[in-house]
């Protein structure tokens, strides 16, 4: 079966993380294709194959040579999708030899992907696209990512002219909502090292990412009678407004690019007597990361300053560092998996992540993670959409890095 098979089918599950939910997984509807997902690893070989209490799915593909020199590979990605676009209902389609115009995604909503609006798909006239209907998002992260793996894992049972080392496998819960690490047990995955295949376009080589932190504001604001409000009201949706004006307005997601950091408000709600706001904060230097959380207390304290204190509480949580630093004593990852690339076809690209991946906090509990494309697009949008020809590469280069490590030996 080929990966984008594998994408268009996994679409169908709805498995959108819920960040208000503390078990693991947040979604039984995670626990359900974790478990279709053992049961397919066990059919094309992985005989020990398994979920855990807490919805990680890992399997191990055994060395099938004795000239293998004892350094396990773990490939990792993850099976949530984000909940803040529509994930249900996902309608895929491919899309065979495109012509490079715009896409039709949906006739009845006037629903176009355009390459005027989205230049990645300049790349790909004559390939063939999976898409949407225009409604909801494809899944491709990271579901293209798991097809990836599966596909991978499907040829070398198949093949076993494929010499390689002993290959773990790893499928997550929760990586959108900050917790796919949590509970991850490394010392039972048994990987020295791994790739998340969990990027964007074939060819990403990525081994930098944001620190990360989340804040969450809660304003509380006092209800009077709008006719005897006078000097007595604090209406908390205005203080919340007033909160979002004192932090750095150009320091956003829509202004900022490469390695520029960012406050991002994701949720708000709230009446006159309280509000609360959601940011996530993101950046790749950790000094400047701290900066933007004393910003984030410092307009707080200025509100208590004029609304009284305790009006504006802030609780702010680190989610994960920049993986740089723990990847780079191990630089054979990055030149192996850019080898691999090359094998493959394409020219590696490594470039700073303007997000996270699950080795972002993998790296920093004893597994060194650098991320992979999976060639997809669009994140977290309806627009989004995957090449079947770079899914291929992918696959291609999954194996080629699984062969490079069968002869590597040291750290």
């Known amino acids: 079966m080929k ?28 626990l359900e294709f974790g478990k279709a997902l053992v049961e397919e690893m066990k ?40 909940r803040d676009v529509p994930y249900q209902n996902v309608r895929p389609r491919v899309v065979r030899n495109y012509d490079g115009s715009s896409i039709l995604l949906n006739q ?24 949407t209907d225009g409604t909801t998002l494809l899944g491709a992260d990271d579901k293209a990512g798991i097809a990836e793996i599966m596909t991978m894992a499907e040829t070398l049972c198949n093949h076993p002219d494929i010499r390689h080392g002993t290959l773990k496998i790893g499928f997550t819960p929760d990586e959108e909502i900050g917790r796919g690490a949590d509970l991850f047990d490394v010392k039972r995955f048994g ?24 804040a969450n504001i809660r304003i509380t604001g006092k ?20 909160f979002n004006a004192l932090l750095p307005e150009g320091e956003v997601p ?32 950790a000094a400047k990361l701290e900066r933007k959380k004393q910003e984030v207390r410092e307009a707080a304290e200025k509100l208590n300053r004029a609304y009284g204190a305790d009006t504006v509480c802030v609780a702010i ?11 780079k004593p191990h630089r054979h990852l990055i030149e192996t998996a850019c080898k691999a690339v090359r094998d493959a076809g394409g ?17 920093f509990i004893g597994l060194p993670c650098p991320n992979l494309g999976t060639g997809s697009h669009n994140h977290h949008g309806k627009m989004e959409y995957a090449c079947v020809q770079e899914m291929d590469r992918c696959v291609t280069t999954l194996i080629r890095i699984a062969e490079k490590y069968c002869d590597y030996e040291g750290n």
């Open 191 to 214: 990987a020295h090292f791994a790739y998340t295949v969990d990027g964007g376009a074939f060819g990403e080589v990525e081994y930098e990412t944001f620190n990360a932190a989340s």
């Open 317 to 327: 949580r680190d989610e994960y560092q920049n993986m740089a630093e723990q990847i």
């Open 108 to 131: 009845e909503k006037g629903i176009f992907l355009r390459p005027e609006e989205f230049d990645s798909l300049n790349r790909y006239k004559g390939c063939d696209l999976v898409v």
């Open 43 to 82: 059919r094309i070989g992985i005989r020990d194959a398994n979920m855990d209490e807490n919805g990680y799915v890992f399997g191990t593909i055994p060395s099938n040579t004795t000239e293998w020199k004892g350094t396990v590979i773990g490939f990792i990605s993850h099976m949530d999708v984000v």
């Open 3 to 30: 990966a984008y098979e594998r994408l268009i089918r996994y679409a169908g599950y709805e498995t959108a993380s819920d960040s208000n939910n503390p078990a693991c997984p947040s979604t039984p509807d995670q």
């Open 347 to 363: 020219d590696p690209v490594s470039e700073p992540v303007r997000g996270g991946t699950d080795g972002s906090r993998l790296s």
């Open 223 to 242: 209800n009077i009678h709008p006719g005897t409000a006078r000097g007595r009201m604090k209406n908390a949706m205005r203080i919340a407004m007033e």
């Open 254 to 285: 829509e202004k900022t690019e490469k390695y520029q950091g960012f406050h991002h408000l994701t949720q708000m709600q709230g009446t006159v007597e309280e509000a609360e706001l959601s940011y996530i904060l993101r950046d790749h230097d």
